[in-house]
């Protein structure tokens, strides 16, 4: 594997500008993170861009892509250098999940999906499953799924249904369906989160599991065809009687749950970064075209009512990029994120989907039509408030943590 990224980045405390101020404040990337930037901007121009309408058309895989995302080390990026990884930060990935993002997001969540799966890994693997499972993304481009998701159960976790029993020998036998699950037909291994106590609360009901996909009794559906992503693999995953050793229970019997949630904090900070991604291309594409598109004897863009949704595009991008960045660094600092990374994917999200319906607009007709890149953004951006965390669920733990910060007696609520 080519060890491009870690010649650019020094494995040091990551810090969200190489230069702050003497308050502790600053708002640049280090020199390293903007080589990061640059090569991953660098790469979707000439390998995911151009080629983006046509995956989406097809709905094919993008292995190849992958392979040569893999190769520069875009793929599996906060893998730790111990277990042969790049060890980079949230915000790191951040960056590069905007850039991949901005070529086309169901390609960046191919890829991204690796990140999720490997999360609860990083957060609560002991070295015997890191070495196993994270070197071995390192040593090949491999992929993994994360398997929480059910027909019947999304953002209602405690409605999971899959069922984990332990037996004399100390091994586990799961049983049940999952839905919605990303990369599921290319997986080496899932992440499962499965119920293993039927009386326990929520918080101590469910055990997470490290499991090879090539283990006896997984059935992995057809891929479905969705509204955007086309190019992401998107599959129903049944387990029926599936044994899993001992040592792939991730973390303790119980703590499932925990590691489940604790993940989305590494993970919900990445899957904003790539709806700004989405964002960001369909103000480009917006402004562009209404300077060469003319009516009434003059470009689009000089009447207001264009003009003022394309800074309304600028203002909900930058707004949601520090969002995500603060997000992204507060992790890397050791800090509690979850409420912040829930404000940066509400917010992202949203704004990407105003952005690309606005973009639609703005093209008019030309938008509509496949021919043009606009509708295609518009079609991709839905799913930015649906998965990891609806939108809704995102102002649930917003909302909840306005409360309980009034409760424990903060004497001010947000900020700093």
Known sequence: MLRTIPRLVRQTTRHYSSGA??????????????SIQQMARKFTSEEITPVAAEYDK??????????????LGLVNTHVETQYGGMGLGVLDSAIISEELAFGCTGIQTAIEANNLAEAPLVVAGNDFQKKKYLGRMTEAPLMASYGVTEPGAG???????????????????????????????????????????ANASTGKAFTGFIVDADTPGITVGRKEINMGQRASDTRGVTFEDVVVPPENVLGSEGYGFKIAMNAFDITRPLVASGAVGLARRAMEEATRYSLERKTMGKPIFNHQAVSFMLADMAIGIESARMMVYRSAHMRDQGEKNTWHASIAKALAGDVANKCATDAVQ??????????????????????????EGTAQIQRLIISRGLADAVKNGADALGGF
């Not at 097809?58 to 190769?71: D, L, M, Q, R, V």
């Not at 606009?374 to 799913?383: F, G």
């Open 155 to 197: 953002s209602d976790v405690a409605g999971l249904s899959t069922s984990a029993v332990k037996k004399k020998d100390g091994s586990w036998v799961i049983n049940g369906q999952k839905m919605w699950i990303t990369n599921s037909g290319h997986a080496n291994w899932f992440f499962v989160l499965a119920r293993t106590d």
């Open 362 to 387: 703005i093209f008019g007709g030309n938008g509509f039509n496949t021919e043009y890149p606009v509708e295609k953004l518009m079609r991709d951006a839905k799913i930015f408030q649906i998965y």
């Open 58 to 71: 097809s709905g094919k895989y993008p292995t190849e892509i992958i392979k040569k995302a893999w190769e």
């Open 21 to 34: 101020s003497p308050l502790g404040m600053g708002f640049t990337l280090s020199e390293e993170q903007k």
